[in-house]
């Protein structure tokens, strides 16, 4: 006897795509930001190259997602980008079967850890050397907001929504009011931050509801207008690595490891809203876990020299 297949509310003739669609609102409407609706469609588009995203949710099964996966890993497609599209489509059928058009469920798909290369001590000496006075506006800039980065390890978003008013140069701290988990921030600025930013602010000028770090004409940089500043400042001080997001890594690994800083602060002064992104940079840059390793090395301890007994 065959079995009956459950017939869920709404979803007779109601294609993937127009789920979607209903789904990108419902997730505008609860507050959620643009970056990661535009990642969500983003990510929606790529997986159309591997499963129907017409057919039906009547039509749709386990197999479908399976087979997309399938489609997927044989397109050489890198793991972690499967991951993350893999991530997006739970994310969306979570929310189906919320509204009751599916049963199907996304099956697990392993994350690979990359430990990625944050910039080396020779290239940060590179990056931060001071540029001469008769260098651009737009090239002091750059220089200043590299200090920044390493400062703080902050996201590039950050960055650009750091008005003239957060800075607060008598008690060391500056404010970050746009942060991807939406909670305002205070972060401490050390000391040779602080000079810094004392003599950009007298260059930069402008009224404290002005962007911090701004244009050529003191308007608000774009996300691709920053990333495209940081790559040609980076490529003109001969450092091949451009990405922004490397300055946390960078951050983060020195902290731990050269500063001897904890998890729990570096959880504050990364914004992270649990310990889990932090353990994860913890994991990798275990600097207590290297302390006098000869004491504990199996190989050091073998190949100590052993001492001959002497009659004198």
Known sequence: MSKKRIKWKGNEGLSLTKAFDAFVISQMAKGVKEKTTKTYRYHFKAMAKHIDMDMTFE????????????????????????SSYVRVMKTFLNWCQAEGYTSVAVPTFKQVEVVKEGYSDDELEKLLKRPPSSDSFCDYRNWVIVNFLLNSGCRSAT??????????LQTFQV????TKNGKVQSIPLCNQMVQIL?????VRKGKDSDFLFCDQYGGMLTENALRLAIQRYNHSRGVEK???HLFRHTFARKYLVDCGGNAFTLQKLLGHSTLKMTKHYCAIYDADIAKNYDRFSPLAQISKPKERISRR
């Open 59 to 82: 039509e749709l099964t386990k197999r479908h997602i399976e087979e997309m996966i399938m489609s997927m890993r044989n397109s050489d497609l890198a793991h972690n980008s499967i």
């Open 159 to 168: 960055i650009r929504n750091i008005q003239n008013q957060d800075v607060n």
């Open 175 to 178: 404010i970050f009011r746009h």
């Open 198 to 202: 004392r003599g950009y602010m007298k």
């Open 242 to 244: 451009t990405s922004i």
